[in-house]
C-alpha cells in the first residue's frame, strides 16, 4: 500500500493510476445523454471482458453488468457508477473538454465510472475475495430513471445481490474525505407542470376574458404556504416554481400560462403530502379567478434512504482503510437526488460521498465549468477494492 495526499492507494491501483485518469479525459471528451451511452458502454464491456469478467448488456437499454466470481462463497456484492452526461455545453477550456457542443460531463459520471473501472481491473488481479461481485455500470441517472429501468429489465433477477453500494463526488468537501449517513441521504425528487387554461382576450377589455396569468400568480403565491404552514419544521420540504411561460404580447391576454416545478421531499410521507397539496392548492386557486389547471404531476425519485447495517459496515471499513480523520460518519442529509433510490427500495444497501474538493475543485456540479477531481479516482477505487474484499471475505459477518 502507498499513501497519497488523499489517501491510501493500493499498490495495484497506483501502477494503473495515470491509465485510469486517461480514460476517465476520453469518457469526459465523449459525452453521452441518457439512453445514448453507446460508446461509453463499449468501452466499459471491452475492459471488463478483458480482465476476465462476464459481461451483460442492454438492461436499461445501454447499461452493462460485468460479473466476477471467485472461490465458493455465496455471497453477493453490487457496486454501481453511473455513465450519462448532461445537456449542458462545457466551458472549462481543458484540453480533455466535451467535443460535443451542448453535452457535458457536468456531474462526475466520467469520473464515477472510471474509479469503478479502475477497481474491477485490480479486483480482478488480486482475486483476493470468496464469492461474487457484479459491476453495475447503468445509464440515464440525470432524470430518466436508468436504475428503475434495469431493475425493470431484471437487474436483481439475474444478477441477485445481497447488498449494493454506490458514491457520488461532491464538491465543497474536502477531497478524498469520505461522508456516510444511516437513513435518508438524499431527498426526493418529482417534476410538476401545472398548465392554467382561462380564455384569451384583448389587454384592453380584460372583462371578457379569463386571464390565467393572474390565476398563475396567485397560484404561485399560495403554493409558498405548503413549506411554511403544512409541513412540520422539524421535517424538510423544497417546491420551487423554476419556470414560467404564458403570452408574447403586453396587449394580448394568453389562452394558458404553464408553470414548472421542482419539489423535494425527505420523507415518504411528506412527498405524498406535497402532491394532494400541490394538487389541491393550484385547483382551488385557479378556480377563484374562473380558470382551471391541469396539474401533471411527474413522480419520478423517491428519497435515498440508506440501510442502517449496511452504512455501518461501509463506515466500518472506511475508518479501518482511510483513518477517522478522512470519515464523515454522520453526514448532513443534502437536498440532492439519485435514482440510486430504487436499487436501495430492492436491495440493502447504502450510497455515500467523497469530496471534491473545496476551492477550485469546489464548482458545483450541473455548472459548465466543474470537473471531476482527478486526485479523488485513486482512492475511492482503492476503498471500493477494499470493501468488496472485506464484504466477500469468507466468515465476515452478514448485516
Not at 257 to 272: D, K, S
Not at 364 to 382: E, G, K
Request: proline letters at 6%; charged letters at 20%.
Amino acid at each position: 500500500m502507498n499513501d497519497s495526499a488523499l489517501g491510501p492507494v493500493l499498490p495495484e491501483i497506483r501502477v494503473i493510476q495515470q491509465e485510469m485518469v486517461a480514460l476517465r479525459h476520453r469518457i469526459h471528451a465523449n459525452p453521452e445523454l441518457a439512453y445514448q451511452e453507446v460508446a461509453t458502454g463499449d468501452l466499459v464491456a471491452e475492459r471488463l471482458a478483458a480482465w476476465g469478467y462476464e459481461v451483460h448488456r442492454g438492461l436499461g437499454v445501454t447499461g452493462v453488468v460485468g460479473t466476477l466470481r471467485r472461490g465458493s462463497g455465496a455471497r453477493r456484492l453490487g457496486l454501481r457508477a453511473d455513465m450519462d452526461a448532461l445537456p449542458i455545453h462545457e466551458t472549462t477550456g481543458l484540453p480533455y473538454a466535451s467535443q460535443h457542443p451542448g453535452k457535458m460531463h457536468a456531474c462526475g459520471h466520467d469520473g464515477h465510472t472510471a474509479t469503478l473501472l479502475a477497481a474491477a481491473r485490480a479486483l480482478a488481479q488480486r482475486a483476493q475475495f470468496d464469492g461474487t461481485v457484479h459491476l453495475i455500470f447503468q445509464p440515464a441517472e440525470e432524470g430518466h430513471g436508468g436504475a428503475q429501468k434495469m431493475i425493470a429489465d431484471g437487474l436483481f433477477d439475474r444478477f441477485p445481490c445481497d447488498a449494493v453500494y454506490s458514491f457520488h463526488n461532491e464538491p465543497g468537501y474536502p477531497a478524498g474525505h469520505f461522508g456516510f449517513r444511516s437513513g435518508v441521504m438524499y431527498s426526493s425528487s418529482d417534476t410538476v407542470v401545472l398548465t392554467v387554461c382561462g380564455v384569451g382576450g384583448h389587454g384592453a377589455m380584460p372583462h371578457v376574458a379569463v386571464d390565467p396569468i393572474v390565476a398563475a400568480a396567485s397560484i404561485v403565491l399560495a403554493l409558498q404556504t405548503i413549506v411554511s404552514r403544512e409541513v412540520d419544521p422539524n421535517d424538510m420540504a423544497v417546491v420551487t416554481i423554476g419556470a414560467i411561460h404564458g403570452g408574447d404580447a403586453p396587449n394580448v391576454i394568453p389562452k394558458s400560462v404553464e408553470l414548472r416545478l421542482t419539489v423535494r421531499a425527505r420523507r415518504p410521507e411528506t412527498r405524498v403530502l406535497l402532491r394532494e397539496r400541490i394538487t389541491a392548492i393550484a385547483t382551488a386557486q385557479a378556480a377563484v379567478h374562473r380558470a382551471t389547471v391541469k396539474v401533471d404531476y411527474l413522480w419520478r425519485y423517491p428519497p435515498v434512504i440508506n440501510d442502517h447495517d449496511a452504512t455501518q459496515f461501509a463506515v466500518a471499513v472506511a475508518h479501518e482503510w482511510l483513518g477517522a480523520e478522512r470519515v464523515i460518519p454522520d453526514l448532513a442529509p443534502l437536498q440532492a437526488s439519485d435514482d440510486f433510490a430504487f436499487m436501495l427500495e430492492a436491495v440493502p444497501g447504502s450510497y455515500f460521498i467523497v469530496g471534491n474538493g473545496e476551492g477550485e475543485g469546489g464548482c458545483m456540479v450541473h455548472n459548465p465549468d466543474y470537473d471531476f477531481n482527478d486526485d479523488i479516482l485513486p482512492v475511492t477505487a482503492s476503498y471500493w477494492v477494499t470493501l468488496a474484499e472485506r464484504f466477500l471475505t469468507a466468515g465476515s459477518p452478514a448485516f
